[in-house]
């Protein structure tokens, strides 16, 4: 029984998704088998498949929710209440970019929210609108665990960290103008496309990608280095995108600490100024 008959059965009829080109239907079906036998059951698969029929429209069409469901013995229904759970799945055609900023609560009070507003009122779209010139889709975003890294920005899910309204509007102005923008960690960014097959589980085999991509950065690994008694790197205030740090000399492994980073004193680490019941008055 076909998806589109199990709907039918259920009670909802729908109009047959759009089929297609049959060029573009032998790939994806290639593509999907070698996804699907990495699982030991099929339907475990869909979070792939759907980031694969998303690689080949940057969105996830009606008919790619079809091909998911024909693929993996599921109805339509079943694969549409992932596909729109998930916000990694976009449900419209979008912008070759997609720029998330975090406001999430503390990319928010360090400043998210003016980026965002600062974007908003630069490319003259609201959030989840793409720009006339179809290059970049603004969006919020939820936290993407760089909280140490904030206000975090992300184009395709590529990290700029420690982001102001000023260096945010120079990264928007480079993508539409087509300059090679540099992520502040992690693997160099590509279009949404090809992230979208990234994540479907395929190689990254762009050169040096993958050396690139791993690794917790340094103010990530503070709080395991006091722990481990190590000395923790001395805190320091990252320079914006062409802008140089302000204050201590670069320390190796220490070059995305932001200033709000630093390693507070505490009673342990500062047994002069023990904490203690507050004084009375007059003693
Ligand atoms: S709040 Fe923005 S990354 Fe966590």
Same mark, same amino acid.
């Given at each position: 029984?076909?998806?589109?008959?199990?709907?039918?059965?259920?009670?909802?009829?729908?109009?047959?998704?759009?089929?297609?080109?049959?060029?573009?239907?032998?790939?994806?079906?290639?593509?999907?088998?070698?996804?699907?036998?990495?699982?030991?059951?099929?339907?475990?698969?869909? *979070?792939?498949?759907?980031?694969?029929?998303?690689?080949?429209?940057?969105?996830?069409?009606?008919?790619?929710?079809?091909?998911?469901?024909?693929?993996?013995?599921?109805?339509?229904?079943?694969?549409?209440?992932?596909?729109?759970?998930?916000?990694?799945?976009?449900?419209?055609?979008?912008?070759?970019?997609?720029?998330?900023?975090?406001?999430?609560?503390?990319?928010?009070?360090?400043?998210?929210?003016?980026?965002?507003?600062?974007?908003?009122?630069? *490319?003259?779209?609201?959030?989840?609108?793409?720009?006339?010139?179809?290059?970049?889709?603004?969006?919020?975003?939820?936290?993407?665990?760089?909280?140490?890294?904030?206000?975090?920005?992300?184009?395709?899910?590529?990290?700029?960290?420690?982001?102001?309204?000023?260096?945010?509007?120079?990264?928007?102005?480079?993508?539409?103008?087509?300059?090679?923008?540099?992520?502040?960690?992690?693997?160099?960014?590509?279009?949404?496309?090809?992230?979208?097959?990234?994540?479907?589980?395929?190689?990254?085999?762009?050169?040096?990608?993958?050396?690139?991509?791993?690794?917790?950065?340094?103010?990530?690994?503070?709080?395991?280095? *006091?722990?481990?008694?190590?000395?923790?790197?001395?805190?320091?205030?990252?320079?914006?995108?062409?802008?140089?740090?302000?204050?201590?000399?670069?320390?190796?492994?220490?070059?995305?600490?932001?200033?709000?980073?630093?390693?507070?004193?505490?009673?342990?680490?500062?047994?002069?100024?023990?904490?203690?019941?507050?004084?009375?008055?007059?003693?």
């Amino acid at each position: 029984m076909t998806a589109a008959n199990r709907e039918v059965s259920l009670g909802m009829p729908q109009l047959p998704a759009p089929a297609y080109p049959a060029e573009v239907l032998a790939r994806l079906e290639a593509d999907a088998e070698k996804v699907i036998a990495r699982y030991p059951g099929s339907r475990s698969a869909l *979070l792939p498949l759907l980031h694969l029929v998303q690689s080949e429209e940057g969105y996830v069409s009606r008919t790619g929710m079809a091909f998911c469901a024909d693929r993996l013995g599921l109805t339509t229904a079943e694969v549409t209440a992932v596909a729109t759970f998930y916000s990694m799945y976009r449900r419209r055609p979008s912008g070759d970019y997609q720029v998330g900023v975090c406001t999430n609560t503390l990319c928010a009070v360090m400043g998210g929210d003016a980026i965002f507003d600062r974007l908003k009122e630069h *490319l003259d779209v609201g959030n989840g609108e793409t720009t006339e010139d179809g290059k970049v889709t603004l969006e919020h975003i939820e936290c993407n665990a760089a909280c140490d890294f904030a206000p975090v920005v992300m184009v395709n899910w590529e990290f700029f960290d420690n982001q102001t309204p000023e260096s945010a509007t120079r990264l928007v102005d480079d993508l539409i103008a087509g300059r090679t923008v540099e992520p502040t960690r992690g693997a160099p960014l590509c279009t949404y496309k090809d992230t979208a097959r990234i994540l479907a589980g395929f190689p990254d085999e762009r050169p040096g990608a993958v050396e690139a991509s791993g690794g917790a950065g340094a103010a990530s690994l503070i709080g395991l280095k *006091l722990a481990k008694g190590e000395a923790a790197p001395h805190a320091r205030v990252v320079g914006q995108r062409g802008e140089t740090p302000q204050d201590a000399p670069p320390q190796k492994g220490a070059e995305h600490l932001s200033s709000h980073d630093a390693p507070q004193q505490t009673s342990a680490s500062d047994p002069e100024h023990p904490a203690g019941p507050a004084a009375e008055e007059g003693e």
